[in-house]
T-cell receptor, first 109, second 117 residues
């Protein structure tokens, strides 16, 4: 079962930062948090992952709270092409991913 | 990033036939691959974990005799839907786990849409 909960949908104005929250209150100490996104009828695309520290790459930033019970994915300047379903996933010990329902992000012109 | 391909991208078959879907990691070796199924407007559901050279591990509720998985090499895993029925129509997606040192990230294929008539 998925160990994460996310809001079902969010809107963001084009050019603004999109902040997508995720709760993972039952996460274990050695479990990583991964973020993927899925554009309609395609396979999920990797965005970023982290364990304890905040992470940044060319796509996004990942902020993980100190207690690791929640995290936020930040898309710094959202574009229309960022419209997708965003999944926050906790990678369990066997390396499996159990997807939750995700957040459907709509970037508005 | 790492590339995973799937073949075919689309398949339409008659009820009762078997369908094989291939998943390939193109630029890395993957000892572990995963198979997912996604119904319309739903999230991805993990079906099984495929380990090179050994039997696949199926998630609870997934029939291993219906969904045959073979991971014969470090770059290829296949999923065979045996005796397909209309309720098996779905979007099947595979992923390959990148090796250590590359973040152990899963890279996903583009998916295979199966329609059983």
């Amino acid at each position: 079962d998925a160990k994460t909960t996310q809001p079902p949908s969010m809107d963001c104005a084009e050019g603004r930062a999109a902040n997508l929250p995720c709760n993972h209150s039952t996460i274990s100490g050695n479990e990583y948090v991964y973020w993927y996104r899925q554009i309609h009828s395609q396979g999920p695309q990797y965005i970023i992952h982290g364990l304890k520290n905040n992470e940044t790459n060319e796509m996004a930033s990942l902020i993980i709270t100190e207690d690791r019970k929640s995290s936020t994915l930040i898309l710094p300047h959202a574009t229309l092409r960022d419209t997708a379903v965003y999944y926050c996933i906790v990678r369990v010990a066997g390396n499996q991913f159990y997807f939750g329902t995700g957040t459907s992000l709509t970037v508005i012109p | 990033g790492a590339v995973v391909s799937q073949h075919p991208s689309w398949v339409i078959c008659k009820s009762g036939t078997s369908v094989k879907i291939e998943c390939r990691s193109l630029d890395f070796q993957a000892t572990t691959m995963f198979w997912y199924r996604q119904f319309p407007k739903q999230s991805l559901m993990l079906m099984a974990t495929s380990n090179e050279g050994s039997k696949a591990t199926y998630e609870q509720g997934v029939e291993k005799d219906k969904f045959l998985i073979n991971h014969a090499s470090l770059t290829l895993s296949t999923l065979t839907v045996t005796s397909a029925h209309p309720e098996d129509s779905s979007f099947y997606i595979c992923s390959a786990r990148a090796p250590r040192g590359a973040g152990e990230t899963q890279y996903f294929g583009p998916g295979t849409r199966l329609l059983v008539l």
